[in-house]
């Protein structure tokens, strides 16, 4: 063990199980082995009712809602559970938005907690024991709907991943300008029924000038003391290359996580992975 403070803990999360049969292989590969400790699902996603049947199988999985308002990936897309209507939610082709900004300036807050409550009864319905929220792109968490957000957790009483602030939130380079006030008015109420709050969110390193192994000492240095949440996209190789721009970073992290690299390198940051059903069943207890 690294002479380095072990009070780094980390929600080692898969984001966007349920988005391809290798994201589903590679969340139980890495949680059986341990070195994956939380993921979410997509629901609207054409995978989600294998991860669902797996989740059936292996009820102690720590997953949660991966709640879904854009569709980014090309060619490949994803439609509301709710389905097309006119109130902002999908773009001309009738498939989610892709940028978070077109979500921003035309989805009706109203329409958005509809389709995000029937993601999540979609999960619970389907039998996953669903240990918490968070969201694809951040979407959900912007000011527009960062109130439908924290509704949801309290109404579910599951947590929800709420940050310090929006600078400490890593997808702030591509959601456009935000305010403030609904964010942290949000937080506060998240704060007094128990919701942990994430001292930083970190997310897969997309891209390697010096390499895998450089990339990922650069990301587990950034971890400050506390509690962080690391989004991470661990995909075994197989259809996500025909799916994703970005397919040779989701199996290049799988892989090295995989090896067992990673985890060396988080012991010799004294980085504790945790997970976050232990926070539902505190918050409910």
């Keep these: 063990?690294?002479?380095?403070?072990?009070?780094?803990?980390?929600?080692?999360?898969?984001?966007?199980?349920?988005?391809?049969?290798?994201?589903?292989?590679?969340?139980?590969?890495?949680?059986?082995?341990?070195?994956?400790?939380a993921g979410s699902v997509m629901v609207p996603c054409p995978w989600f009712p294998e991860i669902a049947a797996i989740a059936r199988d292996n009820p102690e999985l720590d997953l949660g809602v991966h709640l879904t308002l854009n569709s980014d990936m090309k060619p490949y897309r994803w439609r509301p559970l709710t389905g097309v209507s006119d109130k902002g939610l999908t773009d001309p082709d009738g498939y989610f938005w892709a940028e978070v900004t077109d979500?921003?300036?035309?989805?009706?807050?109203?329409?958005?907690?509809?389709?995000?409550?029937?993601?999540?009864?979609?999960?619970l319905t389907a039998g996953i024991d669903v240990t918490h929220l968070d969201c694809h792109m951040?979407?959900?968490?912007?000011?527009e709907f960062v109130t439908v957000y924290e509704r949801l957790g309290a109404d579910y009483r599951l947590p929800i991943l709420m940050m310090k602030?929006?600078?400490?939130?890593?997808?702030?380079?591509?959601?456009?300008?935000?305010?403030?006030?609904?964010?942290n008015a949000a937080s506060v109420r998240a704060r007094q029924r128990g919701n942990p709050i994430v001292d930083l969110q970190l997310e897969t390193p997309w891209e390697w000038p010096q390499g895998i192994e450089a990339a990922y000492r650069d990301l587990f240095s950034r971890v400050p003391e506390g509690v962080s949440w690391l989004a991470l996209h661990f995909n075994a190789s197989g259809e996500i290359e025909l799916m994703a721009s970005d397919a040779a970073f989701r199996t290049g992290e799988y892989e090295f996580f995989r090896s067992g690299r990673a985890a060396e390198l988080m012991a010799e940051f004294g980085i504790v992975p945790i997970g976050v059903r232990d926070w539902r069943d505190r918050m409910r207890g």
């Design 1 to 37: 063990m690294s002479s380095q403070s072990i009070s780094r803990f980390v929600v080692v999360h898969e984001d966007d199980v349920g988005v391809s049969h290798g994201a589903n292989t590679a969340f139980l590969e890495l949680t059986r082995l341990g070195l994956c400790t």
């Design 103 to 123: 979500v921003r300036r035309n989805a009706d807050p109203t329409a958005v907690e509809r389709e995000l409550r029937a993601q999540i009864d979609t999960a």
């Design 138 to 143: 951040g979407t959900a968490m912007m000011p």
């Design 165 to 183: 602030d929006y600078m400490t939130f890593s997808v702030m380079d591509y959601v456009g300008p935000v305010t403030t006030t609904e964010f």
